[in-house]
């Protein structure tokens, strides 16, 4: 049987590798996107997956996107809960629309993706939810209070949630990356990078977005049934929980 993964933001970045990765190892796979047609249009051509447009911090629009992925597909085993973004700035010049936008999207998410699939999953006694969390929610942020809360938050998420489903053949596991390699961290100034992070990075590079690939794919397996409730953590050696 050839199971369904969704991954969101799944066009761009980490989670384009996810989705190309998950493609490879034999699942059917929607990736979502919010409004980069021309990324989300290419991603598609080059690796035939299919695309689908709708905002994750709206749950209306959450509850109606997952629908159509389920009369397309069929319905979602794996949940790859990835997409996200920043609004930085220290917490005394925050305006209330940066710390809505990051919390919504990053941790708002989360409820609004996972409540559409959680019963089918419950019903089925199968399921996979994947966190894409951050190692900003594990040792906070300069300049990232709302982020880093929204990522803590993500962790929060992903051991209650797992609690709750354990028995039911469900896992719910986080992965925090370091810092990768994609646009998101390429928005980072260069001198920032280079004089401010590598240094901090024992492996001395960014990681790479086919490296956190790896590790979902590893989680969405049917053997991976006894993982649930962890928080993986691959950030070169950046922060060691
Ligand atoms: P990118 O900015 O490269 O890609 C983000 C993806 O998420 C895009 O596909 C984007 O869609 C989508 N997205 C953003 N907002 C929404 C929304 N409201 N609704 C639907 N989709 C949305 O991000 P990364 O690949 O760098 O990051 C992926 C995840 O990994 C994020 O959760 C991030 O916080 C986390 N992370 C990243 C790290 C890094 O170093 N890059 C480090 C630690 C964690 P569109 O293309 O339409 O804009």
């Known amino acids: 049987m050839t199971r369904v993964a969704l991954v ?20 059917k796979v929607a990736a979502s996107y919010a409004g980069n047609d021309s990324a989300a249009e290419k991603f598609k051509n080059e690796t035939g997956i299919p695309v689908y447009k709708w905002d994750v911090s709206s749950f209306d629009a959450c509850a109606e996107g997952v629908k159509k992925v389920e009369a397309e597909l069929g319905p979602v085993d794996v949940l790859v809960n990835n ?35 959680i019963e089918g999953m419950r019903n089925r006694k199968f399921g996979r939810v994947i966190n894409i969390s951050s190692i900003n929610g594990q040792k906070g942020q300069f300049g990232q209070v709302n982020y880093s809360a929204a990522k803590a938050g993500d962790i929060g998420f992903t051991k209650a949630l797992a609690l709750e489903n354990a028995r039911g053949g469900i896992t719910v596991n986080a992965i925090c990356p370091g810092y990768i390699n994609t646009e998101m961290v390429q928005a980072v100034p260069k001198d920032v990078l280079e004089k401010a992070i590598l240094p901090l990075i024992p492996c001395n590079r960014l990681g790479e977005a086919e490296e956190i690939a790896r590790a979902v794919v590893f989680l969405a397996g049917d053997d991976a049934g006894y993982i649930t409730g962890s928080t993986l953590t691959i950030n070169g050696g950046q922060y060691m929980v």
Do not use: P
């Open 8 to 27: 969101t933001g799944g066009t761009r970045g980490i989670g384009a590798a996810i989705s190309k990765a998950l493609k490879a190892a034999g699942y």
């Open 83 to 117: 997409a996200g973004i920043t609004r930085d700035g220290a917490f005394h010049k925050m305006t209330l629309e940066q710390w809505n936008a990051v919390i919504n999207t990053n941790l708002g998410s989360l409820f609004n993706m996972t409540r559409q699939v």
